[in-house]
């Protein structure tokens, strides 16, 4: 543990309990995070004391604690007899619940992680769907196409279409990793679909070659057009 003299910094704090929307100690705990996962607050960083933390921030020795509690159930800081200290980086991304890394994570990251794990999702479906999963793709794509002046609909049966792919793996962590992602790709999919109708076109036939993939349990051309159909929207939505 090494102590940062930051002190200065944070009796400037106050900002932190800012806000109409949240308990203070939802406030205080939500942008705190974001200090120390931006490294403001770096690995190793000491609090102030809680006497004098309390006075820079405005705030109660129960707000204080409680807002502590919250960051140590993230696996965030670490609290001991001679004080009140940042986890490293690696310690955090440890002890961090999934979602939340997700949530963290760049988005150049996460379209990189996507684009890498929905085409071995693909491979692996076509070897296992059922055919109950494929009646669900087959509708799936029936609806996108059905809804194609809708950009909201259109969105959510896109949705829909690669969670049941990643059902049809038959492997919880590929169903449970996608379900995390597709939350924060929902809008760069949605905005990709406005911006050109060709994209939506383009995006049917991009879904309608994977199911095809699937149905005739060919692997090795689902992952290809998947990665494809993924490229396509890393480019569509770097051009917006």
Not at 18 to 27: A, I, L, P, T, Y
Not at 89 to 101: T, W
Not at 188 to 202: E, G, L, Q
Request: hydrophobic share 40%.
């Amino acid at each position: 543990m090494r102590a940062i003299n930051t002190e200065d910094k944070l009796k400037s704090l106050s900002y932190l309990v800012e806000g109409k929307r949240g308990s203070v100690v939802e406030r205080l705990s939500e942008k705190l995070k974001a200090l120390i996962w931006t490294g403001e607050l770096p690995g190793g960083f000491v609090f102030p004391n809680e006497n004098d933390f309390c006075k820079y921030l405005g705030v109660g020795r129960s707000t204080l604690r409680e807002t502590y509690k919250v960051l140590q159930s993230a696996g965030m800081i670490t609290r001991t007899k001679r004080g009140t200290y940042v986890n490293d980086n690696d310690v955090i991304v440890a002890n961090m619940p999934y979602d939340m890394v997700i949530g963290m994570a760049d988005y150049a990251e996460l379209l990189e992680f996507r684009v890498s794990l929905e085409k071995d999702v693909a491979f692996f479906a076509a070897q296992r769907a059922t055919a109950d999963s494929i009646e669900r793709l087959k509708s799936d794509l029936e609806k996108m196409a059905q809804n194609i002046d809708d950009v909201k609909k259109l969105t959510l049966y896109d949705t829909m279409f690669h969670l049941e792919i990643a059902r049809s793996s038959q492997n919880l962590l590929f169903s449970r990793t996608l379900g995390c992602l597709m939350d924060a790709f929902s809008k760069t999919v949605s905005r990709n679909f406005n911006a050109d109708v060709a994209v939506r076109h383009r995006a049917i036939e991009y879904h309608r070659q994977i199911l095809e993939a699937i149905e005739n349990n060919n692997p090795e051309i689902a992952r290809r057009v998947m990665a494809e159909h993924l490229l396509d929207v890393v480019r569509v939505s770097e051009s917006i």
